[in-house]
C-alpha cells in the first residue's frame, strides 16, 4: 500500500476498461487520481467510487486529442492538486475488424483520432508540468502493435506507433528526468474481446484464448498491477521498456492456450470493484 503516496496521477481512458482498474488501483496505492474520459464515460461514477472508498479523485470530461482540452485537463489537475507525477495514455478505441480492403475510412480515421494523436497531444500537454515534478508517462501499447493481427491489421498500427513514439519520449526526455514506458496487454476481458459488446466474432474469441499461452483472457487488474510497477519508484531504472502483459501470446504458436495447466486458466481473486469493464469504446461516436 501507499506505493505512490504523495504522487498526482492523471488516467486517461480512466473509466472504463482497463482505466477503470488503473483508476482505482492507483488510488488504493495513495495516489490522488485525475480520472479522464469522453463525455459519455463514466468519469463522475468512478470518481466517485473513488472517494467513497477512502481515495482522493476528481473527474475530467472533454476530447483530449485536441490540445485546447487537453492543456485544460493538465491545467484542471495542477491546479485541484498543485503537481503532475503520473501520465497514464490509456485512451484508445476498437471499433472495428475487418480485412484492409474492407475496412472503413471513417473507423481508421476516428482510431488515429482516439488512440494516435490523444497520446501524442495528451503526452505534448503533460511534459512540461512532468519535467518540474522528475515524473514518468508509461502509455499502451499492445500485442496488436507487436504482432500485427489479422482483420486488426489499422488498429495494431495505431499501437506500433504508440510503442515506437514511447521510445523516442523516453529518449529525449532523459535529459529532464522524466521516464517513459509501454504496457502492451494482450486479450483483456473488457468489452473490446466479446462479441457481444464489441467488434470481435465468435472465431476471434476463441483463437484469442488458443493463441496464447494460459488460454484465458486477462483480467484488468492484472495488466493495472504492470502499470502500477512501472509508474511508481520501484521502476526507477525502467525507460524506454515494453512490458508485455499478454498470458504469453506473443510468444504462443498454435493453440497453446488448449495445452494450458488448468491453474493457468483460473483468474485470480479481484477486489477492486470494477463496474465499467464493458463500457469501453467499440463503436464509432
Not at 104 to 123: C, G, K, P, Q, W
Not at 129 to 148: C, F, H, P, R, Y
Not at 156 to 165: I, P, Y
Not at 203 to 227: I, S
Request: glycine fraction near 12%; charged fraction near 20%; charge should be negative.
Amino acid at each position: 500500500m501507499n506505493r505512490l503516496a504523495n504522487k498526482v496521477a492523471l488516467v486517461t481512458g480512466g473509466a472504463t476498461g482497463i482505466g477503470e482498474a488503473i483508476s482505482k488501483l492507483f488510488a488504493r496505492e495513495g495516489a490522488r487520481v485525475v480520472v479522464a474520459g469522453l463525455p459519455d464515460d463514466p468519469v463522475d461514477k468512478v470518481a466517485n467510487e473513488i472517494r467513497q472508498n477512502g481515495g482522493d479523485a476528481i473527474g475530467f470530461t472533454g476530447d483530449i486529442s485536441f490540445l485546447e482540452v487537453a492543456n485544460e485537463c493538465v491545467q484542471r489537475t495542477t491546479d485541484t492538486y498543485g503537481q503532475l507525477d503520473i501520465l497514464i495514455n490509456n485512451a484508445g478505441v476498437f471499433v472495428e475488424t475487418n480485412e484492409v480492403q474492407d475496412y472503413t475510412e471513417h473507423a481508421f480515421d476516428y482510431m488515429l483520432r482516439n488512440n494516435v494523436r490523444s497520446t501524442f497531444i495528451m503526452t505534448k500537454a503533460a511534459l512540461p508540468a512532468l519535467q518540474k515534478t522528475k515524473g514518468n508517462i508509461v502509455i499502451a501499447g499492445s500485442e496488436a502493435g507487436v504482432l500485427g493481427i489479422p482483420q486488426n491489421a489499422a488498429y495494431g498500427g495505431t499501437k506500433a506507433f504508440n510503442m515506437a513514439f514511447a521510445k523516442g519520449v523516453a529518449g529525449e526526455q532523459a535529459a529532464h528526468g522524466v521516464r517513459c514506458n509501454v504496457v502492451g496487454p494482450g486479450p483483456i476481458d473488457t468489452a473490446w474481446t466479446h462479441k457481444e459488446t464489441g467488434p470481435m466474432n465468435k472465431k476471434m474469441e476463441k483463437l484469442n484464448n488458443q493463441a496464447n499461452l494460459m488460454g484465458r483472457r486477462g483480467t484488468p487488474e492484472e495488466v493495472a498491477n504492470v502499470y502500477l510497477f512501472l509508474a511508481s519508484a520501484e521502476a526507477s531504472y525502467v525507460t524506454g521498456a515494453v512490458y508485455m502483459v499478454d498470458g504469453g501470446i506473443t510468444i504462443g504458436k498454435g493453440p497453446a492456450g488448449d495445452q494450458a495447466d488448468s491453474s493457468f486458466k483460473e483468474e485470480p481473486e479481484q477486489d477492486l470493484n470494477l463496474q465499467h469493464g464493458m463500457e469501453g469504446h467499440t463503436a464509432i461516436r
